[in-house]
């Protein structure tokens, strides 16, 4: 079973930057590709970034292309997002995400964690 917990969230005003962070557990978590997903109040939750177990490859949603970076330290089980030039839009939880499968961590993991609150104010 792999467990993720997510830390970093906070208030932030519009411009400014966060860096968030995922710990994984579970036996074989380095071999999981790894995503962010967000979902703010009112929206469906959308996909926002995701990399590979090796790190090697990264994909990001359009609207945070160019602002976003995410990276993963497998010696320390943990995923990042960090998150420059923000905007109110960014508001929302962020949730880490988890999948043995690239395709599946951008669309629908079987691992989630249990968010943290991202709020940007104008």
């Known amino acids: 079973q792999v467990q993720l917990v997510e830390s970093g969230g906070g208030l932030v005003q519009a411009g400014g930057s966060l860096r968030l962070s995922c710990a994984a557990s579970?036996?074989?978590?380095?071999?999981?590709?790894m995503g962010w997903f967000r979902q703010a109040p009112g929206k469906e939750r959308e996909f926002v970034a995701a990399?590979?177990?090796?790190?090697?490859?990264?994909y990001y949603a359009d609207s945070v292309k160019g602002r976003f970076t995410i990276s993963r330290d497998n010696a320390k089980n943990t995923v990042y997002l960090q998150m420059n030039s923000l905007k109110p839009e960014d508001t929302a939880v962020y949730y880490c995400?988890?999948?043995?499968?690239?395709?599946?961590?951008?669309?629908?993991?079987?691992?989630w964690g249990q968010g943290t609150q991202v709020t940007v104010s104008s």
């Open positions: 579970g036996r074989t978590v380095s071999s999981y590709a």
């Open positions: 995400a988890a999948d043995r499968v690239i395709q599946v961590v951008t669309t629908t993991p079987g691992h």
């Open positions: 990399i590979t177990w090796s790190g090697g490859s990264t």
